[in-house]
């Protein structure tokens, strides 16, 4: 006999728009009349370990609409990246409280999650319908065009950087802004959106797809302060040198590293602070300017797009739909129709889990240091309505007296 319970939780780094995919489980999970309880599992796959569980059943649906247009993860998330023995004891508790349906909203780590739980339930023959939702600001699940989360990040990144260049060409000078993106430079591209004239920043920017030399980092930032008079540039957090070690570390006297072994690149300074430091040391130019945006744009409240919104929900429908008419489990994939829309498909999850997008080559110009028309075609749809535009004066010289 058929329990009718579900659960559902969220993992990794929060964004502006997983509330929406979360309810966009519940919500559609409650229109079916084989669902008879939704739970949510606090803090992630932490929170099923430990049956931290809640019971969504009894959410409002005008409360769920407030929380859906609320970012960061309104169930808790977790950094917790389960092996085969933790994901026993995930499946042991959904086991328990004879659960049949489980989603995961999360990137390359949830997805393997699932893949594992998923495995876990068919060897032991229990039904257990499981599906990974697409979520992650870094843009990097395979299989998918681009993923929820990632267009409202990069509409954060594209205005901070008009307003940093718009700074900088108001007091001249080098500025640095180091964006998120360890492995791939979707994040950090996003800066080129913001650029309106010919001259202005990012006049550099730098992806962890290309190698990172320093001295040519400096030639480029000598180059562009000669032509310019300033100079915007953006970094992503894990550019690396050829033999593929993070310049955070090679910089650095002293290295943190997170719970898994890699170096810590998000919530520090350090590599915005190195860059300037050598700019200043090498080349002389004494206004050096440097940010990290962090945190930043993972939750920013004001800075949602709409697109990313709506996107976000119907993954989390989708998910429902799949899982109650499709018969098997996988991940949620977003794939683009047409010049703008999409359509969501169900893939394997062997085919996503564990797995890294990177920025396609014909996005990346060939010098390495900007992106192409392609690039910006690709993002322009995803930012959504109203982005902030950036004009000039005209001026008009007045003949000199004094000073002829």
């Known amino acids: 006999m058929s329990s009718g319970k579900i659960l559902v939780a969220q993992g990794g780094g929060p964004t502006a728009v997983i ?4 309810a966009g489980v519940v919500l559609e999970a409650r229109r079916f009349r084989e669902v008879t309880r939704v739970y949510g599992a606090m803090h992630g796959v932490r929170g099923i370990v430990n049956e931290d569980l809640v019971d969504l059943t009894r959410e409002t649906s005008h409360n769920l609409e407030l929380v859906a247009a609320t970012p960061s993860s309104a169930l808790g998330s977790t950094r917790d990246k389960p092996d085969e023995a933790y994901c026993k004891e995930i499946f042991k508790v959904l086991q328990a409280h004879q659960i049949e349906q489980f989603y995961y909203i999360g990137g390359n780590d949830s997805s393997d999650t699932v893949r594992i739980v998923s495995e876990q339930a068919q060897a032991a023959h229990y039904a257990l319908r499981c599906l990974h939702i697409p979520k992650t600001i870094d843009n990097d699940l395979v299989g998918n065009d681009h993923t929820p989360g990632f267009p409202s990040a990069a509409r954060f990144v594209a ?6 260049n718009l700074d900088n060409a108001a007091l001249p000078g080098v500025y640095v802004g180091v964006v998120m993106g360890r492995h791939a430079g979707f994040l950090t591209a996003a800066a080129a959106l913001g650029k309106k004239f010919q001259d202005d920043g990012p006049h550099l920017i730098y992806l962890p797809e290309r190698v990172f030399s320093l001295e040519r980092f400096l030639a480029d930032v000598k180059a562009t302060y000669e032509r310019y008079g300033r100079c915007v540039i953006a970094v992503s957090e894990g550019i690396h040198d050829a033999s593929g070690e993070a310049i955070a570390a090679l910089l650095a006297k002293e290295v943190e590293r997170d719970a898994h072994g890699n170096v810590q690149l998000s919530g520090t300074g350090a590599l915005a602070d190195l860059l300037c430091d050598e700019i200043k040391a090498k080349l002389g130019i004494k206004r050096v300017r440097g940010d990290t945006f962090g945190y930043l744009q993972r939750s920013f409240i004001g800075c949602v797009s709409d697109v990313d919104q709506r996107e976000a929900r119907e993954v989390g429908e989708k998910a429902v739909q799949f899982a109650m008419w499709g018969g098997r489990d996988g991940s949620v994939a977003i794939k683009r129709t047409g010049f703008y829309s999409v359509d969501y498909e169900l893939m394997a999850l062997s085919d996503v889990a564990g797995k890294t997008r990177v ?16 690039f910006r075609m690709y993002l322009r749809p995803l930012l959504g309505s109203g982005m902030p535009d950036a004009f000039r004066l005209r001026p008009a010289p007045v003949e000199k007296i004094l000073k002829r």
Do not use: P, R, W
């Not at 080559?361 to 028309?373: K, L, N, P, Q, Y």
């Open 19 to 22: 509330n929406q995919s979360l």
């Open 159 to 164: 205005q901070a950087f008009a307003g940093a």
């Open 359 to 374: 920025m396609e080559d014909e996005f990346i110009s060939a010098s390495g240091t900007d992106v192409t028309d392609a």
